[in-house]
């Protein structure tokens, strides 16, 4: 059975770099056959998928609306991928979680139980 | 970028009715080359990340109960709970996928207690 488990600071000041770790159990992240991405909700409201990492081939691939800001990686000695988000605000303040689309299916089968990030001074 | 609109907001329904709920794609999301929607549907309940559904529009996730069919190609797509539960009271979001405009969720609906 797939485990995914997000980590790290659930605080962050604004203009700074939020950054998150998922662990991945069950399943090896260089398989090549799963995109690994991140997914965030905003309190009360709807989700928004920020970006992916594909191990084969090592390419990544981000929301328009968040690529100038995002890096996410993989370190697959660790068996965990991770996110970067540059410049953060209150508006990026949200829940976010890491899951799991196996390739050209395009929906997430496994997801992790997210971590409150709160962008706040 | 392709908008999903989901119908109704929110919805009040007895235990043992059926709810429907629809989702309305700004662009067909139909694969003429291999005949798949790639639509999804996911439930979430308060705390909880959401949990999938339905997938291909109308495939079933393993596990998840008879009740739930999901129907539609194209732009419009309806989730089906046939015959409502005590543990169906929740959130539905609807989920696409585009190679233009990758991985975007309708706004939600909620299933409430009628």
């Known amino acids: 059975q797939v485990q995914l488990q997000e980590s790290g600071p659930g605080l962050v000041k604004p203009s700074q770099t939020l950054s998150l770790t998922c662990t991945v159990s069950?399943?090896?992240?260089?398989?090549?056959?799963?995109?690994w991405s991140w997914i965030r909700q905003p309190p009360g409201k709807g989700l928004e998928w920020i970006g992916y990492?594909?191990?084969?081939?090592?390419?990544?691939y981000y929301n328009p609306s968040l690529k100038s800001r995002v890096t996410i990686s993989a370190d697959t000695s660790r068996n965990q991928f991770s996110l970067r988000l540059n410049s953060v605000t209150a508006a990026d303040t949200a829940v976010y979680y890491c899951?799991?689309?196996?390739?050209?299916?395009?929906?997430?089968?496994?997801w992790g139980q997210g971590t409150l990030v709160t962008v706040s001074s | 970028d392709i908008v999903m609109t989901q119908s109704p907001d929110s919805l009040a329904v007895s235990l043992g009715e059926r709810a429907t709920i629809n989702c309305k794609s700004s662009q067909k999301i139909l694969y003429t080359s291999n005949n798949k929607n790639y639509l999804a549907w996911y439930q979430q309940k308060p705390g909880q990340p959401p949990k999938l559904l339905i997938y291909?529009?109308?495939t079933r996730e393993s596990g998840v109960p008879d009740r739930f069919s999901g129907s539609g190609s194209g732009t419009d797509f309806t989730l089906t709970i046939s015959s409502l539960q005590p543990d169906d009271f929740a959130t539905y979001y609807c989920q696409q996928f585009n190679t233009y405009s990758p991985w975007t969720f309708g706004q939600g609906t909620k299933v409430e207690i009628k």
């Open positions: 990492i594909y191990y084969s081939g090592g390419t990544s």
């Open positions: 899951a799991r689309d196996l390739e050209r299916a395009y929906y997430f089968d496994y």
């Open positions: 069950g399943g090896s992240i260089s398989s090549g056959d799963y995109y």
């Open positions: 291909w529009a109308s």
